[in-house]
């Protein structure tokens, strides 16, 4: 472990005391006095609840309809039109799955959920404005994602994770290092879009669904076309393998087309675009152990010009590119991730 690395047990027990209610805020989190995102851990959550009625936890215990043993399913109301819903199994050090665009968190239980599990407490969660996570309208920024899921956690009473990212979700955990770098224990960033770039398909045809008036009515002119669309999308996604049965068998297409759904998704591609000059990320704030995964055979989002660069600016980064694996490589090799996650736990476990 390098001399400045210090132990991810050590500072997740003082950021637990830090978050506190009455603990005054100390290095990076004064940036955050007075803010919504106030330091509060899970007792702290309970207090506003109690008291200001800002923040409210609910919470469902046993099995999932999926057919994993997920002992948790949260969801914390974060104030009007924001919530974060969560999934939670296992016990150790926490594990934050994030995943890409026309998904939710289901997309890791039909995957490497139970695997992971294995490594520690693993908690998949809706990105902000889709699945059970609420938004309010025109927040697609990964900034925006970041402090946003930064306030779900806190509630949660979860710490210092190390986060699992998938494709566009990639963007969001970067953003969290970024901004909030003691508050990351790692990294692994599953084919990750981590550069603004043109996307032909999704800034053609989601992205003008994030206009106010327009936008709402094309989404649900759209539905039929829109299925039809992300069926031979999700061929593309899992080439050259093919999807799953399970995967597409609980595929949440209620979510993913209705308006609310492809709407939120128009806003997170118009925040990828070149132009969006505020949703690039400071890669030398990055600094957490980072471990890139990226498929030579990846036809939507180009390792070459994504995850290899990433890997190669980051300054605390390896990168892995998986000859003839495409972009759900989460699905098809899982081993190669829980490979990468438990490298990263090793960096940041205590000698």
């Known amino acids: 472990m390098d001399p400045d690395e210090r132990s991810y047990f050590q500072e997740r027990t003082e950021l637990e005391l830090e978050q506190t209610p009455g603990s005054a805020p100390s290095g990076s989190d004064r940036q955050d006095s007075g803010s919504a995102t106030a330091s509060f851990g899970w007792k702290g959550a309970a207090s506003v609840v109690a008291l200001a009625g800002v923040a409210a936890v609910a919470l469902t215990k046993g099995g999932s309809s999926s057919g994993h043993n997920v002992e948790e399913t949260r969801t914390v109301e974060l104030g009007t039109d924001r919530s974060l819903h969560a999934v939670t199994t296992g016990t150790g050090p926490d594990i934050v799955l994030v995943h890409g665009a026309f998904a939710n968190h289901r997309d890791w239980l039909d995957g490497p959920f139970t695997a992971l599990a294995e490594l520690g407490r693993v908690t998949a969660i809706d990105r902000p404005g889709h699945g059970f996570s609420r938004r309010p309208r025109f927040e ?4 925006a994602h970041a402090a946003h899921i ?15 990212a998938h494709s566009f979700g990639a963007l969001s955990a970067l953003s969290f290092a970024e901004q909030f770098p003691r508050e990351v224990a790692g990294l692994v960033l599953v084919a990750p879009l981590a550069f603004p770039e043109f996307r032909p398909l999704e800034h053609t045809l989601f992205a003008p669904r994030a206009l106010p008036v327009l936008g709402p009515l094309w989404a649900e002119i759209g539905r039929p076309f829109d299925r039809a669309m992300l069926e031979a999308h999700h061929r593309i996604m899992f080439s050259p393998d ?10 949440p297409w209620d979510q993913i087309v209705a308006p609310a759904g492809v709407i939120a998704n128009g806003e997170d591609f118009c925040a990828v675009h070149p132009s969006r000059l505020d949703s690039y990320i400071d890669l030398h704030s990055v600094r957490a152990p980072t471990q890139v995964l990226s498929g030579t055979a990846d036809l939507i989002i180009e390792d070459l010009r994504q995850g290899s660069i990433l890997a190669e600016r980051l300054t605390n980064a390896a990168g892995t590119r998986l000859d003839g694996v495409g972009h759900m490589l989460h699905h098809s090799r899982p081993d190669a991730l829980v490979r990468a996650v438990r490298e990263v736990i090793d960096r940041v476990r205590p000698e």
């Open 140 to 143: 697609g920024g990964p900034r």
């Open 242 to 251: 093919k999807p799953p049965d399970t995967w597409k068998a609980n595929y």
């Open 150 to 164: 930064r306030e779900g956690l806190r509630a949660l009473g979860i710490m210092r994770p190390v986060f699992v």
